[in-house]
C-alpha cells in the first residue's frame, strides 16, 4: 500500500521566495496533518483537516504560512514570503477516524537560505 | 491540559543491554496511546499503540509497552537491544474521536554503544 506522499523530499530556496509544499495521504483516510520539526522546537502541529475542512490551525506561525486541502487526496502548505527561520522538516500525516494511528510521510526538508 | 512528558532527553545503552524509555502523560479521559520511532532523515513509524484490554502490547521490532493507570505511563521497552535501534522515539496520546489530532512528546534521542 502507497503510505503519506510528499514532494519536493529537499527544497532550497532564497529568502522572499514563495514555497509550496506538497502532501498525498493515504487512500481513505479522512484526517490530515502538517508539522514542523526543528531541533529547538521539536515535533509541532501546524494544522489540521478533517474531510478536508481545516480544523485547528492555532500552530500555525503567522500569515505567511497557509494550508489548503482542496480533495481528499491532496493538501499543500504554502510560504509566503519565506524567512530563513523557516528552515525545518515538514510533515504530512494522515489517519481514519477515531483510534487509529497517524500514518507519517517521509518529510520535506527546507532550507531558506 | 492533556500533555504528554518524555523525562529522557538523550539515553545511551550498550548493544544487548535491556532498554526502557519512559512516557507520563495527563489525560482527562481513557487515552489511546502510541510510541513512534524515528530514523535519521525518515518520517515517524509506528511502533505500536494501546486502545484497550490487555496493557501489555507487542509491537514491530521487539518491543513492548505497558499502559499503567494508576502511574499514567506507558513506558516502551525492549530486552536486547540492536545498534539499529538507535533512533528518536516518540510517545503520543490521543482521544477516541474522529478528526482529531495526537499530542506527541518531544522525543527521547537513543544512542547504542558496541
Known amino acids: 500500500d502507497a503510505g503519506v506522499i510528499q514532494s519536493p523530499r529537499h527544497e532550497v530556496t532564497e529568502m522572499g521566495q514563495e514555497v509550496t509544499l506538497r502532501c498525498k495521504p493515504i487512500?481513505?483516510?479522512?484526517?490530515l496533518f502538517w508539522y514542523r520539526q526543528t531541533m529547538m522546537r521539536g515535533l509541532e502541529l501546524l494544522i489540521y483537516f478533517n474531510n478536508n475542512v481545516p480544523i485547528d490551525d492555532s500552530g500555525m506561525p503567522e500569515d505567511r504560512f497557509s494550508a489548503k486541502m482542496p480533495n481528499a487526496s491532496f493538501s499543500t502548505l504554502k510560504i509566503q514570503p519565506s524567512e530563513p527561520r523557516d528552515s525545518a522538516v515538514y510533515f504530512c500525516a494522515s489517519r481514519t477516524g477515531g483510534n487509529q494511528p497517524q500514518h507519517f510521510g517521509d518529510g520535506t526538508r527546507l532550507s531558506i537560505l | 491540559a492533556q500533555s504528554v512528558t518524555q523525562p529522557d532527553i538523550h539515553i545511551t545503552v550498550s548493544e544487548g543491554a535491556s532498554l526502557e524509555l519512559r512516557c507520563n502523560y495527563s489525560y482527562g479521559a481513557t487515552p489511546y496511546l502510541f510510541w513512534y520511532v524515528q530514523s535519521p532523515g525518515q518520517g515517524l513509524q509506528l511502533l505500536l499503540k494501546y486502545f484497550s484490554g490487555d496493557t501489555l502490547v507487542q509491537g514491530i521490532k521487539g518491543f513492548e509497552a505497558e499502559f499503567k493507570r494508576s502511574q499514567s505511563s506507558f513506558n516502551l521497552r525492549k530486552p536486547s537491544v540492536h545498534w539499529s535501534d538507535a533512533a528518536e522515539y516518540f510517545c503520543a496520546v490521543g482521544p477516541n474521536q474522529a478528526g482529531t489530532a495526537l499530542i506527541f512528546g518531544k522525543g527521547t534521542t537513543l544512542s547504542v554503544s558496541s
Open positions: 487512500s481513505g483516510h479522512n484526517s
